[in-house]
T-cell receptor
Framework: DTGVSQDPRHKITKRGQNVTFRCDPI?????LYWYRQTLGQGPEFLTYFQNEAQLEKSRLLSDRFSAERPKGSFSTLEIQRTEQGDSAMYLC????????????????FGSGTRLTVV | RKEVEQDPGPFNVPEGATVAFNCTYS??????FFWYRQDCRKEPKLLMS???SGNEDGRFTAQLNRASQYISLLIRDSKLSDSATYLC???????????????FGRGTQLTVWP
């Protein structure tokens, strides 16, 4: 499978616990994005990496959230002290260096991690 | 004001119908425009890019009006398999680069019935 992989697919956790999600992008994609999607809404941008550098963070990314991409390959998103409002689908997308019509502008999404905080 | 505004629907149409969705975007600096399709509990998948000249892909036609900051999607001869949520998406440059984030509308839900 050469797509974007996310693990786990589903996570149920108790409020106050920490959770960590992993994203493995397409190998030649140097750009990686995290989005969050709640029910009935479109995905909202959280953060963006180019290689190992985190270049942009949304205001949605509170201090309880941290993302890393230590070697410019896979990325992790950690949520500390989870709250019920964190329940959502967390989507990872990667993007090819070349963006044009032929590559469909390069974005490929993973299947997401669905988090439920109880 | 949200970056991308989209009527959430739902739209319920019979097979064979023509249905149109539209959305507006607020940032005139937006550079790229897309329609994504999202099936229930699945990830979004690119349906088509949208160009100022308009573009067509089979039964799907997308239009962009930069002056009005308006994007549309027309689906002709609807099929049962077209039932999904259609997300209007814009890409805005960041610090002068083209590596910007995607802004999604909330999606328009379409159900095609037999």
């Amino acid at each position: 499978d050469t797509g974007v992989s996310q693990d786990p697919r589903h996570k149920i956790t108790k409020r106050g616990q920490n959770v960590t999600f992993r994203c493995d992008p397409i190998s030649e994609h140097n750009r990686l994005y995290w989005y969050r999607q709640t029910l009935g809404q479109g995905p909202e941008f959280l953060t963006y990496f180019q290689n190992e550098a985190q270049l942009e963070k949304s205001r949605l990314l509170s201090d309880r959230f941290s993302a890393e991409r230590p070697k410019g390959s896979f990325s992790t998103l950690e949520i500390q002290r989870t709250e019920q409002g964190d329940s959502a689908m967390y989507l990872c997308a990667s993007r090819a260096p070349r963006q044009d019509r032929e590559t469909n502008y390069g974005y490929t999404f993973g299947s997401g991690t669905r988090l439920t905080v109880v | 004001r949200k970056e991308v505004e989209q009527d959430p629907g739902p739209f319920n149409v019979p097979e064979g119908a023509t249905v149109a969705f539209n959305c507006t975007y607020s940032n005139s600096a937006s550079q790229s425009f897309f329609w994504y399709r999202q099936d229930c509990r699945k990830e979004p998948k690119l349906l088509m890019s949208v160009y100022s000249s308009g573009n067509e892909d089979g039964r799907f036609t997308a239009q962009l009006n930069r002056a009005s900051q308006y994007i549309s999607l027309l689906i002709r001869d609807s099929k049962l398999s077209d039932s999904a949520t259609y997300l209007c998406v814009v890409n805005t440059a960041w610090r002068g680069s083209t590596l910007g984030r995607l802004y999604f509308g909330r999606g328009t839900q379409l159900t095609v019935w037999p």
